[in-house]
């Protein structure tokens, strides 16, 4: 997919920098198609690809949110540690102060 | 695609590490459980929700100041190598 995100590229081209069968890049096409990642344009017997932007975005969105999600209860847990009944934050590593 | 975030946590660079190293500490925040082995080219595999795990491994490891790992979901694709 980093390879698409410089343009459109046939099957051939982009097995040619994975270790594994033409027929298998093929297939791994046909998911990411799929699932709305990359879109296919035939020119004869060939097949093209390029990154389906809608999906990407989609895509970039839900890895935003799920970390966005995280980090807040990250930061969250954080502030309770901070919390009032020991002015000093709380020693985790059992060194005594 | 490439994702930045940043956050301050209010607390000291020791306790902020072990929010985000620690079993115990990650479970209060994103793990349900988890098994790390803190050092380079040491794994980790945190279950985030049950059924749902995240694993790889630690590429750099500065105590109080830095960690960085691999990331894949369990059941997919093998997570990439992330650059020399």
Known sequence: ?97 | MTIDKSVFLPVDPDTAFSLITEPERLRRWQTVAARVDLRVGGDYRWTITPGHSAAGTFTEVEPGRRVVFTWGWEGSAPQPTPPP
Not at chain 1, 2 to 24: D, I, K, M, T, W
Not at chain 1, 42 to 61: I, V
Request: hydrophobic share 35%.
């Open chain 1, 1 to 97: 997919m980093q390879l698409l995100g410089r343009g459109e590229l046939g099957v051939s081209e982009l097995a040619e920098h994975f270790p594994v069968s033409r027929s298998a890049i093929s297939q791994h096409l046909l998911l990411l198609a799929d699932v709305g990642l990359v879109t296919a344009r035939k020119e004869g017997r060939r097949r093209y690809y390029s990154l389906d932007t809608r999906g990407m975005a989609r895509l970039r969105e839900s890895l935003e949110s799920f970390w966005t999600n995280e980090l807040d209860l990250l930061v969250a847990d954080a502030a309770r540690l901070q919390t009032p009944h020991d002015p000093h934050p709380p020693h985790l590593q059992g060194e005594t102060p």
